[in-house]
C-alpha cells in the first residue's frame, strides 16, 4: 500500500493492527493449553474470544473507509513476539516457570496491542473519525484490562474471572 497522506498511513496501520489481532487469535488457542495454572489458562480463552470480538470490530471500521479487510498482510512485530513466546514455551519444563514466562509473553503482546490502539486512536480523533476513536478506545481499555488482571494472576493467584 503507498501511503500518501494521513488517511493513507491510519489506514495502513488499522491494517497493521487487525493482523495483530488475526495472529493472536489464532495463536492464543495453543497458549492456553500450554497454561497449567487454571486461572490463567481461562484468562487466555477469555482473551482469544474478545481477541476475535476486536478483530471483527477493526474490520468493520476498515470497511467503513472502503479498505479491505483481509488484505493477506502479516504484522511482523506480532510474529516476532509470538515466535519468542514458543521459544519460551519449549525451553521451560518446570511448569510453574512457563506459566510466569507465558504471563511475560502475553504482557509483551498486551503492551505492543497498547501502544498501536493508543496511536490509532489518537489519530481517528485528529482525523475527525469520531466513530472510529470510540471503537478503538474501547478497544484499548479492554486490552488496558487485560494487561491488568495478567499482573493481578501473576502477584496474587487470585481465581476472580477475566474482566
Known amino acids: ?13 488499522l491494517s497493521e493492527l487487525r493482523s495483530v489481532e488475526t495472529q493472536l487469535a489464532e495463536h492464543l488457542a495453543d497458549l492456553a493449553t500450554q ?13 482469544r474470544s474478545v481477541t476475535q470480538t476486536h478483530r471483527d470490530r477493526i474490520n468493520t471500521l476498515l470497511q467503513d473507509h472502503g479498505a479491505s479487510a483481509g488484505n493477506g498482510h502479516d504484522d511482523a512485530s506480532m510474529h516476532a513476539i509470538l515466535a519468542e513466546t514458543d521459544k519460551w514455551v519449549g525451553m521451560i519444563g518446570d511448569s510453574d516457570l512457563r506459566d ?7 504482557q509483551r503482546m498486551e ?3 497498547i ?4 496511536t490509532l486512536a489518537s489519530w481517528a480523533k485528529k482525523l475527525g473519525y469520531d466513530r472510529d476513536a470510540t ?14 488482571y495478567l499482573t493481578d494472576i501473576a502477584t496474587n493467584g487470585h481465581d476472580r474471572p477475566p474482566p
Open 135 to 148: 471503537v478503538l478506545s474501547a478497544i484499548l481499555q479492554d486490552d488496558k484490562a487485560a494487561d491488568a
Open 115 to 118: 501502544a498501536v490502539l493508543g
Open 100 to 106: 510466569a514466562g507465558l504471563i511475560a509473553s502475553l
Open 35 to 47: 497454561a497449567t495454572d487454571k486461572t490463567l489458562s481461562n484468562a487466555i480463552r477469555t482473551h
Open 111 to 113: 503492551h505492543y496491542e
Open 1 to 13: 500500500m503507498q501511503v500518501n497522506d494521513f488517511h493513507d498511513l491510519y489506514i495502513a496501520e
